[in-house]
C-alpha cells in the first residue's frame, strides 16, 4: 500500500475544507470532514468482537490506542445495497464527535480532498431519501459524492438501545 502526501501551499489554504473520501460500496462515494477523522486504518476482522442482540449493522467492539469503541458497517447502517464479500480485514474510519468515538467500515478508502462549503448541494432528490438524515449534502465531481453528517451518524437512533 503506498502512501501519497501533498503539501499544500499557502494559496491552498483558501481552498477550502479537508475532507477525507472513501467508497461505501462499489457504486458509493463519500466524503467525511477532516475536523470528525481521528484516523484511517486497516483491521484484521478478527480484532473486531462481535456483540449478541445488536442491530446488523454494528461488527462490535474494537480495540484502538487502549480505548473500546463500537464498529459500525457504514453499508448496512446508510441501508445501501448489500455487498456479500468476505472479508480477511476492514478499512475502518475512526470518527470523534465530541468525546464520542465511533468506527465506520468502509470498502475502500481514496485519500483527502478540499472543498468549499458552497459547493455542497442539497441531497433532497439526489438521493434516497432515507440518506437524508446522515448527509450535510452531496457534491458533484466527476460522480456524486455524499457529504456525510458526523454528529448525525453518532447520534443515530439505529445505533441507541432507546
Known sequence: MSTQITLSTPQDQNLGEGYLKFQISQVTSALLSIKHTQEAIVVPVEAITSMPNMPGC???LMNWR?????VVDLLRMLNLEQDVTR???YNVIIIRVESVLLGLV???IKGTTKLIPEDIRSPVGQVASSLVPYLRGCVVQEEML?????QAIVQSSILRND
Not at 487502549?66 to 463500537?70: D, F, H, T
Open 58 to 60: 454494528i461488527l462490535g
Open 66 to 70: 487502549s480505548r473500546i469503541i463500537w
Open 87 to 89: 472479508f480477511r480485514q
Open 106 to 108: 468502509v470498502k475502500e
Open 146 to 150: 455524499l457529504v456525510l453528517d458526523a
